[in-house]
Every structure is written in C-alpha cells, then in structure tokens.
C-alpha cells in the first residue's frame, strides 16, 4: 500500500489511549522504576532497595532530571552584547505614578525646558492609532491624559529631544469601578504577572539567577517543576490561562478563515474581574508579532483599560534612532517593568490584575535575557518593599522553552520547550489564613500542570472553592486543590506530541517504520497546501534528521495486577502493543525546512496518521511564504513560494 494512502488527517487528535484500566498499577511501576534509574545511574543499589508499595506511591507523571548545565547546552550560553542605552544623552522626560516629569538632570545640562504634549490613542482596531491635538506647554508634575504621548522638548541652549513614551494616565471611570467581593468568596486578591517569551525553568535559572533567587528565597515563591504546555506556540499557551479554552474551542479568529471575528468575544478572565471591580492592564512587546493580532485579527474594540498595543504601534518606527533594544537612555525590557509599576501605584488602592509579557530577548535566542536580571530583581524589590504585594498574587512565567534554537535540536532542549518557567508567590497573611491551600499549591509545584490549571486557580480567586483534592475529570483544577498524583497527560488534555511524561527512545533513520512516518508528515504537510499549489511548491523529503519511538514497556504489557497488599505484581498478561508513536523530524526541499511531528503507527492496520496540530516548523521560514504571508497567515510554515523574492 503507498505511504500516503495510509495517511489520516485527524483533526480533533486530542487524546490518545495508551493505557487501559487494568493496568493503571503496571503504568505506576514502569514510569516510577524509570524515573529512578534514569536520575540514579550511579547506585544500582538504591533502586534495588524500592519495593512494590514504594514504587506504586510514586505519581503517575514523573518528568526528567533535568541538568542546569548540561554538557549539550554549554555551547549555547553565549555572553550578550552589552547594551548601550546608557550613552545616550538622558531621556529628558519620565513618567511615576501617572504624572509627567522633566528630568532635573536635563534642565541642569540644558537650561529651561518647554515640552508639547500630544496624546497618542487607540484608532479603530489592533492596527491604528490617531493623535490628539497637542498640550502646549506640559508642564512638570501634570497628570497624564493619555498613556502614550510623544514629548517634544526644547532647552533654552537650543537642545532638543523628543520620544514617543508610555506611562499611566488615572482612569477615573475605572477608579469608580465599585469593588465587590462576593458573599462566601474570601480571595480578595491582585493578580501580578510578568513573563518572558520562549524561556524554559532551566533557562531562566541559567539566565536569571539573581532574580530567580530573590524570588524563591526572599519572597518564598513556588516554582512549578511540572508545568506542561498543551500546545505549539504562545496562543496555546495564553489562551487556556486566560479564556480556560483552546483555540479551536473559540469562535474562529484567524485571518483567511470563513465566519473568522475577532477575538472581542472570547471569555477572557478580565471581563469577569472588571465586574468585580478590578482595574486591568495586559501588554506585550512587539507590534508585528503580537499573541492575537499576528495570526489573529486581534481585538475591535480596547480589551483592558491600559494597553501596550498602542506604545509598541506608535513608537516602533523610532526605535532605528536608538542604540538597539534602547528607548533612548532606558533599555526597552525596563520601559515595560516601569508601566507595570506604574499601574499599581495609580491603581493602589483598588484591585487589579496586570499580565506585562516581554519578548524581544527571548523570541529566537535567549543570551541576551541576562541583561533583565539585575532590573528584574529590583523590580520585585521595589513591588515587596512597596507593600505591592501584600494582597497580591505575583506570577513569574514564560508560555514554553526554546522553540527555534538550536538548542531544541537536543535531548534536554525538547524536553525544555514544553516545560517553561511558572513561579507562584501568595502573601504572608494567605499561607496563615489558608494553610491547605498554601500547602497544595507547594504540593502541585511537582505534579503536572497545564495552563488550564492557572485559569481554574484564576477562578478561585473570583469565587474561592475551598482546597480539598482536585477532580481528575476537571481538565482544569485550581492550585488551590492537591492535583491528585495519579493525573497523566490524557487527564490532563496533553497530546502525546507535547508530553513531557512520555519515555522516547531513539530509532535509526533507516528503519522502515520511520521512513514511512517521515514521508506521512511530508504528505500531511503538502495536503495543507494543496489548495495553494498553483503559488506554493510540493514538497519533497530530503532526509530524517532524527527519530524517536515511545512504545509501552513489556513490564507494562504483561501487569495483569497484584496481590493483596499491592507488593506482589501479576505479569502474566499476554498483550501485545498495537500502536507505537514515531517524533521524527525531516527536511523538505526545496526551501530546507525543518519540521517536527509526531505520527500514530498501527500495527496490525500498517498505517499512520497524523494531526496537523501536532506538526511544527523548528527553523526560521523567513520570506519563503511570502506569497501566502497576509492572505492566508496559517500555511506560513507551510508553503514554498514558487516565485521566491531576491
């Protein structure tokens, strides 16, 4: 039978049955006995000392050893290039607390400074922005009227200077907000989020030391050892945080789409907290890449009441006069920490939930992410010494690892991608009031969790539901609850692709099974273009690069089950596996593109199948689908433009 007849495209490839009923236990001892010799290679004794009922303790979910320096990952823990914002005459105008202030510095170098102050807002959708008639002179010490705003400024010696800024003008309609707390819902919490794009928990400890530290020892936070992405990308990573659905689950947003809107109408968290009187502030770097406007069409009207969008449209056409990553004096990643600390001072005495997301060090390497550290940790500093914090929840998090680094081409690095940094850190007062839930949450720092975890932990603060064990059947369940240890990445929505659970074992490129899934993958990814072919070639497999196969243990297969006291196991089971998983990744030609996918092998039917979900482009596609790019943003990893642009 030819390769691609035996290919089946299947859509909603959610779930994969790999363990049965009977033989929960078997899965107990298998994954346990793994674990222990994988992290114990050099004392055969200490796992010769683990019986049955030790064994059959352990979790269901036990994920990798995984090494802060390990040898493969020396060569990609690069110095930066320094920045040199610095050398850049000081920016002249700053903003705290909502207020617009000229630099005293700049007026002792420069003589009286005159400003005009032209308002910068929001146009019509995600894509615009318009300008105010300009307020001239602005003086020092006026509060803000609109959050970006260009300052033009003259010095009496001639000077001039003039930058687009971002800062937090009071919203008076959102201070009248009334804040309410529900009747038998105690959590009358801040929600404080900061994360970095594409960074691992090893990453952000290799790179983030200092800050790392302040956080785990000063301010006691719970870093999540077991957190799961579920899916490819940061939309599958915020869109189950902060909606508590997929994105096939929501209205079709994506541009090219038949019946696609924007995305106004999903059930973000912040519509709910806005009626609790919440004050709410979300922005990311990045206007051409942003979460919801690159393959999306982005929001029509303003989702939170103080929004990045419109500083990063506005100003990012300025950023070629700086040194790079600089706006102008004061480095890009301190301008975003500066907004959020802006936002809780204005808004301090309501509350209030802020999600503040950097990308530009982190998108395609992470070298130059050392250079947030020391600022991090100040920032931090200055939320807990402020008393920011007392009646706070802070998030530190990233949405998955490395994604296009060479890095991902690594055993370690695989396993990193879909385990990103997710620190927690609740006040003093909550761990006394509620040590049930201060205590699972340390718990759940070592069981698998998912973004659907967050949204659900989310929810607890709106409406408190107590601690207590969590439901295996809830995709989602609050950190509030114990995850119970026997949750495995099919409990948990994790597509086999994307689970770090899974025991992969490496497979010649010549085999025979994985020829036949590398040429399934290659066949998939040319039926998602077939409609295209007359402007994207077809593409044709130049090699498998590496392959791995995840099959259960014969231990596993032959638990039948055991004896009274749970020591003693029944392997006398005759079953046989019947289904294997081939990750293999391949590149095509033309074009040298590098893809990733995960394919389901059937034994007695000899066929495969595989989910476009669960196929990744790991190499930069550049121009390539240039001739596809704005019509139809989704085949961009896809398509090889016939007609390729010098």
Known sequence: MACKAKVMLVQNFHRLCYRRTYIILGTLILVAT?????????????YKKHNIAALQSEQSCLFPKLQLWHPELKAYSNKPTPLRCSE????????????????????????????????????????????????????NGTRLVSDVFEAKCVGSDGSAQANILVGIAPNEKVQRRQRVVREGSPLDLDILMFGFDSVSRMTWMRNLPKSYKYFVEILDGVVLEGYNIVGDGTPQALLPMLT?????????????????????GHPWIWEDLKKLGYAIQWGEDGSQMGTFTYRMLGFKNQPVDHYMRTFYLAATGDF??????????????????????????????????????????THSGYSELKHADDDLKKFLEHLHTGGHLDQAILVLMSDHGARFQDVRNTEQGKYEERMPFFGIRLPTWFQEKYPDAASNLRTNAHRLVTPFDIHATFRDVIDFGGAGLGDLKQRGISLFKEIPKERSCDDAAI????????????????????REAALAL??????????????????????VSRAVKWTANDHLLRFRGSDYHGRIPDLGDKMNSSEFLFQVTVRTRPGDALYEGTVKYFVQRESYTISEREISRINKYGNQPHCVMERLPHLRPFCYCKKQRQ
Request: aromatic letters at 10%; proline letters at 4%.
């Open 34 to 46: 793994y674990a222990i010799l994988s992290s114990r290679q050099n004392d055969v004794s200490t």
């Open 88 to 139: 850049s005459d000081e920016n002249w105008v700053y903003t705290v607390n909502g207020t617009f202030y000229i630099s005293k510095n700049a007026v002792a170098k420069h003589g009286s400074i005159t400003c005009t102050y032209v308002p910068i807002l929001r146009g019509k959708d995600d894509f615009q922005v318009t300008r105010a008639d300009p307020i001239q002179p602005m003086l």
């Open 244 to 264: 508590g659905k997929t994105e096939p689950e929501l209205p079709e947003a994506r541009r090219g789409f038949a019946g696609a809107t924007t995305v106004d």
């Open 320 to 361: 070629a006069k700086y040194h790079p990553k600089c706006l102008g004096s004061m480095s890009r990643h301190q301008n975003m920490m500066n907004w959020m600390r802006d936002f809780v001072e204005v808004y301090a005495k309501q509350r209030k939930f802020s999600f503040v997301f950097h990308s530009e060090y």
């Open 495 to 514: 597509e086999p692709h994307w689970c770090a659970c899974l025991s992969w074992s490496s497979v010649s490129s010549d085999d025979r099974n994985v």
């Open 522 to 543: 290659v066949s998939t990814i040319n039926n998602l273009t077939d409609s295209e072919r007359a402007v994207c070639e077809e593409l044709n497999l130049l090699e």
